[in-house]
């Protein structure tokens, strides 16, 4: 099959059997899914369509306000829906498609998602941050119900009716009173184009679609809100689903990165002696500081990259046949909480209300505490990958990339090609959640492929995944309370110090002298919403401490939620109140209040100071409880949690996990509760056992020994839910990210109740565990 903007093959699987109860062949299912949908000719004309509606339209907005690039319907009575955001694991797709078939009164398992790939989608922004139900959602929704308008105007002219005589149901329209007389979309529109105008303003997270169009009424929804079967769960499951790992484009060569031992080390000389003698050995790319191998086979390309340069060498400036200028530009690993303190970037306040070096005059007692949590990584299980074929005229990637049109931009500034001549063709990627290698790679092929000018496919090593995507950074924090004589809470004060978590700097791109991204700042998301009447919250920094930072999952809230929760705990513990008592006393927000309620119903939560008044414990086991919540950008969560704390060895196990989570209006509820087991348990990993190692030099844990994650024996026994405000009429704020802040803080809370003691960095390894406990 050749795709149609280069002339480069895609390979697409032949055989038609069928997928048990989908009642589709093989085939078919490939092309519903979206993992294989590489050319125009797989979808027929509608991805044409789609296609022309964004090629010929001179800006984004203009080509959005095409009703043509966001549905295709299609002869079969299929429709294909086509949107800028991806399927990142947690069941976008099948939610989307969800939405549009409300609108349209059309089957969901009939309609067809085209994801992400820059000629046939519409800009509608990166696919991160819990952003694309509330900000896609809607849009996709109007461009739905723009559709049905259409439909039933070409119906009206079918029948010779008014179309307010006409009804549209199941896919199809037919007259009102008369339900014989009906006939499907397929028919109606014949094997044409739409060719209607909608309206569209603003871009990507602000893009406004047919706002005058009428929409359904939700108390009569029938799709949305039902636990749809997600359609890229079988294609998982049987193993059919085309990641970007899996994809091969005919005449690739494979290429390898060779990376310096120091984080910031300049290429001094490379001896591409012996290279030569590597069957398939095809050349060495230098660019700059950019070192990289291309071979006819990925195993040649291994060996050469190999011989080069192995960034496992233990020491030494030169590592292989690459000699590198020295590099000793990371902090001391005990000593990065410091160099964040001192990072310079911005002070901004995020709450300030009452007075509260005043109130501090009057207090009895001051309680204090810092928090401290490390760089983690992403740590994808699938490293990064992607496909260049770049020659002068344009540039084709295909790429499972979670911003698949900024990457499109990205890749033109870095090239100087036009960004019309550049398409990025996006798949699912094996790992994602951030901004991990999955841009970086793209950057890497590129220079690689303009290099030998044939396609390249760049695979990183897990050396290279460790090593080189973004980390989360590091991020150190101060709280005090004020208490009175009476044990009242007069005053809070919450100081984060907060490196960037925005950078998007192009590691090949910077390393070839031609920067594309931005060096930049972000902090994530941060909220406060206690009530105490002297509070001092703010945060410092944004600056850069040594290795790249970018997002890494609830960027900055995970951290500063866990603080601020624990502290919360420690001003309970220090009344001697409850702790869901303590919090209730203190909010006025009616959602935390009652997200904490709910939670506290489902758990079958019982009054009592933590730490006091409990059962004996049984064989050296402490079991105690934890609660936390949190608001990330209007999606609220409260997480109650009992761990099981081994004294002899410090061990820590989460046993029961109950979340309540109030996202308005939930589209899948079987996604949802997906999507929050997941959050549960990578936060839980992230909690336990993941912390970045370092030297000066370079990251050291570079693989699994050095980087544990959550084993399959250390999953909860139960992860329990309840959706609160899930009904009709509520906005969608989304539960992409949310139910990760809270786990931190739940753990140390409960670890607290078990023993007594307060962990105040993460991960609560079992040896620091047990070294507090001494």
């Given at each position: 099959?050749?795709?149609?903007s280069?002339?480069?093959?895609?390979?697409?699987p032949s055989?038609?059997?069928t997928?048990?109860?989908?009642?589709q062949?093989?085939?078919?299912?490939?092309?519903?899914?979206?993992g294989?949908?590489l050319?125009?000719?797989?979808?027929?004309?509608?991805v044409?369509?789609a296609?022309e509606s964004?090629?010929?339209?001179?800006?984004?907005?203009?080509?959005a306000?095409?009703?043509?690039?966001?549905?295709?319907?299609?002869p079969?009575?299929?429709?294909?829906?086509?949107?800028?955001?991806?399927?990142?694991?947690?069941?976008n797709?099948?939610s989307?498609a969800?939405?549009?078939?409300?609108e349209?009164?059309?089957?969901?398992?009939q309609?067809?998602?085209?994801?992400?790939?820059?000629?046939k989608?519409?800009?509608?922004?990166?696919t991160?941050g819990?952003?694309?139900?509330?900000y896609?959602?809607p849009?996709?929704?109007h461009?739905?119900?723009?559709?049905?308008?259409?439909?039933?105007?070409?119906?009206?002219?079918?029948?010779?009716?008014?179309?307010?005589?006409l009804?549209t149901?199941?896919?199809?329209?037919?007259?009102?009173g008369?339900?014989?007389?009906?006939?499907?979309y397929?028919?109606?529109?014949?094997?044409?184009r739409?060719?209607?105008e909608?309206g569209?303003?603003?871009?990507s997270f602000?893009?406004?679609?047919a706002?005058?169009?009428?929409?359904?009424?939700q108390?009569?929804?029938?799709i949305?809100?039902?636990?749809?079967p997600r359609?890229?769960i079988?294609?998982?499951?049987?193993?059919?689903?085309?990641y970007?790992?899996?994809?091969k484009?005919d005449?690739?060569?494979?290429?390898?990165?060779?990376?310096?031992?120091g984080?910031?080390?300049?290429?001094?000389?490379?001896?591409?002696?012996?290279l030569?003698?590597?069957?398939g050995?095809?050349?060495v790319?230098?660019?700059?500081?950019?070192?990289g191998?291309?071979?006819k086979?990925?195993?040649a390309?291994?060996?050469?990259?190999?011989?080069?340069?192995?960034t496992?060498?233990p020491?030494?400036?030169?590592?292989?046949?690459?000699?590198?200028?020295?590099?000793?530009t990371?902090?001391?690993q005990?000593?990065?909480?410091?160099?964040?303190?001192?990072?310079?970037?911005?002070?901004?306040?995020?709450?300030?209300?009452?007075?509260?070096s005043?109130?501090a005059?009057?207090?009895?007692r001051?309680i204090?505490?810092?928090?401290q949590?490390?760089?983690?990584?992403?740590?994808?299980?699938?490293?990064?990958c992607?496909?260049?074929?770049?020659?002068?005229?344009r540039a084709?990637?295909?790429?499972?990339?979670?911003?698949p049109h900024?990457?499109?931009?990205?890749m033109?500034?870095?090239?100087d090609?036009?960004?019309?001549k550049?398409?990025?063709?996006?798949?699912g990627?094996?790992?994602a959640?951030?901004?991990?290698g999955?841009?970086?790679?793209?950057?890497?092929?590129?220079?690689?492929?303009?290099?030998v000018?044939?396609?390249?496919?760049?695979q990183?090593?897990?050396?290279d995944e460790?090593?080189?995507e973004?980390?989360?950074p590091?991020?150190?924090?101060?709280?005090?309370?004020?208490i009175?004589?009476d044990?009242?809470?007069?005053g809070?004060?919450?100081?984060?110090?907060?490196p960037t978590?925005g950078?998007?700097?192009?590691?090949?791109?910077d390393?070839?002298g031609h920067?594309?991204g931005?060096e930049?700042?972000?902090?994530g998301?941060?909220?406060?919403?206690?009530?105490?009447?002297?509070?001092?919250?703010?945060?410092?920094?944004?600056?850069?401490?040594g290795v790249?930072t970018?997002?890494?999952?609830?960027?900055?809230q995970?951290?500063?939620?866990?603080?601020?929760?624990?502290?919360?705990?420690?001003l309970?513990?220090?009344?001697?109140?409850?702790?869901?008592?303590?919090r209730l006393?203190?909010?006025?927000?009616?959602?935390?209040?009652?997200?904490?309620?709910?939670?506290?119903?489902?758990?079958?939560?019982?009054?009592?100071?933590?730490?006091?008044?409990k059962?004996?414990?049984?064989?050296?086991?402490?079991?105690?409880?934890?609660?936390a919540?949190v608001n990330?950008d209007?999606?609220y969560?409260?997480t109650?949690?009992?761990?099981?704390?081994?004294?002899?060895s410090?061990?820590i196990?989460?046993?029961?996990?109950?979340?309540?989570?109030?996202c308005?209006?939930v589209v899948n509820p079987d996604?949802?509760?997906?999507q929050?087991?997941?959050?549960?348990?990578q936060?839980?990993?992230?909690?336990?056992?993941?912390?970045v190692?370092?030297?000066?030099?370079?990251i050291?844990?570079?693989?699994?020994?050095?980087?544990?994650?959550?084993r399959?024996?250390?999953?909860?026994?139960s992860?329990?839910m309840?959706?609160?405000?899930?009904?009709p009429?509520?906005?969608?704020?989304?539960?992409?990210e949310?139910?990760?802040?809270?786990?931190?803080a739940?753990?140390?809370?409960?670890?607290?109740?078990?023993?007594?003691?307060?962990?105040?960095q993460?991960?609560?390894?079992?040896?620091?565990v047990k070294?507090?406990?001494?």
């Amino acid at each position: 099959m050749k795709h149609d903007s280069s002339t480069a093959a895609v390979s697409e699987p032949s055989s038609d059997e069928t997928l048990g109860d989908l009642g589709q062949s093989r085939r078919h299912f490939l092309k519903a899914s979206g993992g294989l949908v590489l050319g125009f000719s797989l979808m027929g004309s509608g991805v044409a369509w789609a296609a022309e509606s964004i090629a010929t339209g001179k800006t984004n907005k203009n080509a959005a306000a095409q009703l043509d690039a966001w549905l295709a319907v299609h002869p079969d009575n299929t429709v294909t829906l086509f949107t800028g955001k991806v399927e990142v694991g947690n069941g976008n797709e099948t939610s989307l498609a969800q939405i549009a078939a409300e609108e349209l009164y059309f089957p969901v398992d009939q309609l067809i998602v085209v994801m992400g790939s820059t000629d046939k989608t519409i800009d509608q922004g990166p696919t991160y941050g819990s952003r694309t139900i509330p900000y896609a959602g809607p849009q996709i929704r109007h461009a739905a119900a723009a559709g049905r308008q259409a439909l039933l105007s070409l119906g009206a002219k079918h029948f010779k009716l008014p179309a307010h005589q006409l009804a549209t149901q199941n896919g199809s329209v037919s007259v009102i009173g008369d339900p014989a007389k009906k006939i499907s979309y397929g028919e109606l529109v014949d094997g044409h184009r739409f060719d209607v105008e909608i309206g569209a303003s603003g871009n990507s997270f602000g893009l406004e679609i047919a706002p005058d169009t009428t929409l359904k009424n939700q108390t009569h929804y029938s799709i949305v809100g039902k636990s749809v079967p997600r359609k890229d769960i079988p294609g998982k499951m049987f193993a059919q689903y085309s990641y970007i790992q899996d994809i091969k484009v005919d005449g690739m060569l494979h290429g390898r990165v060779v990376r310096p031992y120091g984080v910031g080390a300049k290429l001094v000389d490379v001896d591409e002696s012996g290279l030569k003698d590597i069957p398939g050995f095809v050349q060495v790319v230098r660019e700059g500081n950019f070192l990289g191998v291309v071979a006819k086979t990925e195993w040649a390309a291994i060996k050469a990259a190999s011989r080069l340069g192995s960034t496992l060498h233990p020491k030494g400036r030169k590592a292989g046949q690459a000699t590198w200028s020295d590099a000793n530009t990371l902090p001391d690993q005990d000593k990065v909480w410091d160099t964040v303190r001192k990072t310079s970037g911005k002070d901004v306040s995020v709450a300030s209300n009452g007075a509260y070096s005043m109130a501090a005059n009057y207090a009895a007692r001051t309680i204090k505490a810092t928090y401290q949590t490390p760089f983690q990584m992403h740590a994808s299980i699938g490293p990064s990958c992607a496909i260049a074929d770049v020659n002068s005229e344009r540039a084709i990637f295909w790429a499972g990339t979670q911003m698949p049109h900024q990457a499109r931009r990205d890749m033109a500034k870095m090239l100087d090609v036009p960004e019309d001549k550049v398409t990025v063709h996006w798949h699912g990627a094996s790992g994602a959640y951030g901004r991990n290698g999955l841009e970086h790679v793209i950057a890497d092929a590129a220079v690689m492929s303009r290099a030998v000018g044939k396609p390249v496919r760049v695979q990183w090593m897990r050396w290279d995944e460790h090593g080189w995507e973004p980390k989360g950074p590091p991020i150190a924090q101060d709280l005090e309370g004020l208490i009175d004589e009476d044990g009242k809470v007069i005053g809070w004060r919450h100081h984060m110090w907060v490196p960037t978590t925005g950078n998007t700097n192009l590691i090949a791109a910077d390393l070839i002298g031609h920067p594309v991204g931005d060096e930049g700042a972000g902090r994530g998301s941060i909220s406060y919403a206690y009530t105490f009447q002297n509070a001092d919250v703010s945060y410092h920094g944004e600056g850069r401490v040594g290795v790249i930072t970018a997002w890494l999952r609830s960027p900055a809230q995970f951290e500063t939620t866990f603080a601020m929760e624990a502290f919360i705990d420690e001003l309970a513990a220090d009344g001697q109140i409850d702790p869901l008592t303590f919090r209730l006393q203190n909010l006025e927000d009616a959602r935390a209040i009652g997200v904490l309620q709910a939670a506290a119903e489902k758990y079958g939560w019982t009054t009592r100071a933590s730490n006091q008044d409990k059962a004996e414990e049984k064989d050296g086991q402490a079991i105690g409880r934890g609660i936390a919540w949190v608001n990330r950008d209007d999606s609220y969560v409260a997480t109650i949690a009992d761990i099981v704390v081994d004294r002899e060895s410090g061990q820590i196990t989460v046993k029961r996990v109950v979340v309540a989570h109030d996202c308005g209006l939930v589209v899948n509820p079987d996604a949802l509760k997906n999507q929050i087991e997941g959050n549960i348990i990578q936060s839980l990993s992230r909690t336990l056992h993941e912390e970045v190692t370092f030297d000066n030099a370079h990251i050291t844990s570079r693989d699994w020994v050095g980087y544990p994650i959550l084993r399959f024996n250390e999953i909860p026994d139960s992860i329990e839910m309840v959706f609160v405000n899930d009904t009709p009429g509520r906005k969608m704020t989304g539960g992409g990210e949310p139910s990760t802040c809270p786990t931190a803080a739940v753990v140390s809370n409960a670890l607290y109740d078990a023993i007594g003691v307060r962990m105040r960095q993460t991960p609560f390894r079992a040896d620091r565990v047990k070294k507090a406990m001494a």
